[in-house]
């Protein structure tokens, strides 16, 4: 059994104690946990109305009777919506709510799993029997498959009443949508009268996520995040050939509300101003020289790396083999574990659920775990994965550190992405200062496609655009580029890494795992970076033309 933790004890006991990596300036330090919600930020009363003690009774009492070794109830109310304007006119909004609840056991060392939507006590206790039958039938099929694996969990203590809400200022929904779609309005008219745009489209996806999770040990918490993605993309058309450019804004989706289209977190109003030109730039630069060159990448770019290269090939149940989904497995395999030279000794990566904004920022997982920060790179070798309870219990790694989740109520959690971060030289140079080293060499802003094998290992990433570097300054943008190395090559040729004023947290609302399939958001933080000695491909020669 867990013994009860109140909530501030629940902070000292995953907080910043040792092995802990301390927090630079530019690197926000983990909000804590709290036993109520923030003050000007409260749970939804639409979620607080529903029955959610009343169903978590019924089903883990009745998983009980049924001789369960643990279950935990979960009930979600997930409001998704989202606008699309194309020439600063509507071009389609949707506004959806998904609502139900699900249980999950582990009976005679199997798990077992089932949901509902029916929210009242005789069908909570309908949907626990079920979980249970399940349970039976994996155990049998697993004995008589000859299976050893039993499905044991990690302790974790018990946070008996626990409220945790996100940060943010103003929450999207009560926003009305004529001043959502008002302002995409504006901007996309704003580039549609600028020189050279042709077409404009301008789209908004905002998601409240309500969680009640309760579990037999006595853990009980209630949650609500927000967060959200703008987007605008800019397009010139040469009539004559029918060529075209596109150009997007390079604002992250953020764990925020809707004070960021207003100008808390983002300069809108500068990049908006400065992305015609830049597309113009685009249109007239020359094609890349392929060859071997130094890279500046900004954090706008560089997440995008960091998530497929490192965030996926350090989930544990993807380097045992459990998990092959949405590109394989992971060369980083535990074996690895404190020897693998993953980079350059500059390179220290964090796994983190805490950090204020983040995408994957969460008070408490889907097990019931309180959420963390730890290593996963020390000075550019391997030191730790992501876990979940059966994975860290499973190779004897102490606690989990809070990575499931599970992306709606009909849904079993899985080990998904904590924020990953990369972080900042504590005395390091800004993005300028990057470039003064370089003769030859490219700076890469902005994220766009990418290509990465089943080990994790070998990859190609473009970007929004690329500037040529020439003795310390930069010389025009060029185009049709892509990055081409291995994971450990690439991160071995990290030269120097910026300061914490070139810290970004950037991320994606869409990150894909499972069969079937589950969609997360998740975040990743870091600083400017120099990588030496990179091969570069002109990616119009690559394709014949």
Not at 143 to 170: F, H, K, M, N
Not at 376 to 392: E, F, N
Not at 467 to 479: C, D, F, S, T
Request: with cysteine; net charge negative; proline share 5%.
């Amino acid at each position: 059994m867990r013994a009860p933790l109140t909530a501030g004890a629940a902070r000292a006991a995953v907080g910043t104690g040792a092995g802990q990596p301390p927090h630079t300036s530019g690197s926000p330090m983990p909000p804590t946990p709290s036993s109520t919600a923030p003050a000007g930020r409260a749970v939804d009363p639409l979620f607080l109305a529903l029955p959610l003690r009343a169903l978590a009774d019924a089903a883990l009492q009745r998983a009980r009777e049924l001789g369960v070794q643990h279950a935990d109830f979960r009930l979600e109310r997930v409001r998704s919506a989202s606008w699309r304007l194309r020439d600063a006119r509507p071009a389609g909004s949707s506004d959806t709510v998904r609502l139900g609840f699900a249980v999950r056991v582990v009976r005679d060392g199997a798990w077992g799993f089932a949901a509902g939507v029916d929210l009242t006590p005789q069908a909570a206790a309908q949907v626990a029997e079920q979980a249970v039958a399940v349970g039976r039938l994996s155990a049998g099929i697993s004995r008589s498959a000859g299976g050893a694996d039993v499905v044991e969990l990690a302790e974790e203590p018990v946070y008996p009443d626990a409220t945790w809400v996100s940060s943010y200022e103003i929450n999207p929904f009560d926003v009305p949508d004529a001043e959502k779609t008002g302002l995409l309005a504006d901007w996309s008219s704003r580039l549609l009268a600028a020189d050279g745009v042709s077409h404009v489209t301008a789209s908004l996806h905002t998601v409240q996520e309500n969680k009640f999770y309760a579990d037999t040990a006595g853990t009980v918490t209630t949650q609500q995040r927000i967060r959200l993605h703008p987007d605008l993309e800019a397009v010139s058309v040469d009539e004559r050939s029918g060529a075209f450019e596109s150009m997007h804004t390079i604002a992250p989706p953020a764990g925020r509300g809707w004070e960021y289209l207003l100008g808390t977190g983002w300069d809108w109003q500068g990049e908006l101003a400065e992305l015609p030109g830049q597309l113009a730039e685009k249109v007239r630069a020359p094609s890349v020289e392929a060859g071997v060159y130094d890279l500046v990448i900004d954090p706008t770019n560089l997440w995008l790396t960091i998530h497929e290269s490192i965030g996926h090939a350090t989930e544990l149940d993807r380097a045992l083999g459990f998990e092959a989904a949405y590109a394989g497995t992971s060369f980083a395999t535990f074996d690895q574990l404190g020897t693998l030279k993953y980079g350059s000794e500059l390179m220290h990566v964090t796994g983190d659920r805490t950090a204020e904004h983040g995408l994957a920022t969460i008070g408490y997982d889907d097990e019931g775990v309180a959420t963390q920060s730890w290593d996963l790179v020390t000075d550019g070798i391997l030191t730790g994965y992501q876990l979940d309870r059966r994975m860290a219990k499973l190779k004897d790694l102490g606690r989990s550190n809070g990575c499931a989740f599970a992306d709606s109520p009909a849904h079993v959690p899985v080990q998904r992405m904590a924020n990953v971060s990369l972080r900042p030289a504590a005395d390091g140079p800004d993005t300028a200062g990057l470039f003064a080293g370089v003769e030859k060499g490219l700076y890469i802003v902005g994220d766009r496609s990418w290509s990465i094998d089943m080990q994790r290992y070998n990859f190609q990433f473009t970007g929004q655009r690329a500037y040529a570097i020439r003795n310390g300054e930069l010389a025009g943008q060029v185009k049709d580029f892509a990055y081409q190395a291995t994971t450990t090559d690439f991160w071995g040729s990290m030269a120097a890494v910026g300061g914490p004023q070139t810290y970004l947290l950037g991320g994606a609302f869409n990150c894909g795992k499972a069969q079937p399939g589950q969609i997360a958001a998740v975040s990743h933080g870091c600083p400017s970076a120099l990588f030496q000695g990179v091969k570069v491909l002109n990616t119009q020669q690559e394709a014949g033309r």
